[in-house]
């Protein structure tokens, strides 16, 4: 039997893994400070984790794009991750990075609806057409909008032109053999409520299925297995294993105006 907790340990196999927080927290506050088009803490609920942060290109925006950030459903904010908006932000689309309630303080299920409210919220501020990204955690409720018992309204869904998941955990059920879960609460029915693998996909917005070469064999399964279902079930679905990258630096290409992931997010 598998160790589920090694199979999803990424911290464990990268050597330095927790260095690569603070070097974010720093990336990320350097970019605040000189990115003067940006309306902080931007509240889409009542609780203390519902605020987004938006960034604002030069110009009338193309569009939204929405980043999810990762931390398995326990750790980590929006604020790691603000200079990710960079490589959007320099072909003129605005960003919007959404933190949420996290475990234990919430179930995944209210994760998914808490995102749902964000994206709402930050499409209200802007016209035009949307794009959905996530990484790790936010990979799966980033493909939660897009599964057709989403709490998004369809005027909302009508904009969403496309979803890149970035190492997103998309079938939940072996974390309920974790020590993980022991913070999460999984059971099996919300493990399967709450699988994308699992439900129905809105089969007219295109997917992304992204993942590092060098990423744990669980996340790259996780990629595929995605990948291969959903195209059988009409979705426009493409898969992309980028070499050398592992999971704490996959999303580097973020911040690249000309890299492949931002042009697999915009193109």
């Known amino acids: 039997m598998k160790d589920w907790d090694d199979e999803f340990d990424n911290v464990g ?4 893994a927790l260095g690569f927080f603070d070097i974010w927290c720093g990336r990320a506050a350097a970019f605040r400070n000189t990115h003067t088009k940006a309306e902080i803490n931007q509240p ?3 609780m203390e984790r519902q605020k987004f942060d938006m960034f604002w290109p030069e110009g009338t925006p193309k569009g939204l794009v929405v980043f999810i950030h990762g931390g398995y459903w326990k750790r980590l904010d929006r604020s790691y991750f603000s200079d990710l908006a960079a490589g959007p932000l320099a072909h003129g ?9 996290l475990a234990p303080n919430a179930y995944i299920h209210e994760m998914t609806f808490e995102i749902a409210h964000a994206v709402t919220a930050a499409a209200k501020r802007i016209e035009g057409p949307i794009r959905l990204i996530g990484h790790s955690a936010g990979g799966h409720l980033a493909t939660r909008m897009m599964c057709k018992d989403t709490s998004l309204d369809a005027s909302i869904i009508s ?8 190492s997103g955990v998309h079938d939940l059920r072996n974390l309920c053999h974790t020590e993980l879960n ?3 609460r999984l059971s099996t029915e919300e493990a399967i409520s709450e ?6 996909p809105l089969s007219n917005i295109p997917l992304n299925c992204w993942v590092g070469a060098d990423e744990r064999p669980e996340f790259i399964s996780q990629t595929k297995i995605l990948h291969e279902k959903w195209s059988e079930l009409g979705v426009d679905t493409k898969l992309m294993i980028e070499p050398t990258m592992h999971h704490f630096t996959v999303v580097d290409g973020l911040k690249d105006m000309n ?9």
């Open 13 to 16: 196999h990268v050597p330095n």
């Open 195 to 200: 699988s994308p693998y699992l439900q129905t």
């Open 93 to 101: 689309w605005a960003v919007a990075m959404p933190s949420y309630t």
């Open 159 to 166: 904009r969403i032109e496309n979803v890149v998941s970035v």
């Open 182 to 184: 022991e913070v999460l």
């Open 259 to 267: 890299s492949e992931m931002v042009k697999a997010l915009l193109g």
């Open 44 to 46: 889409y609920g009542d």
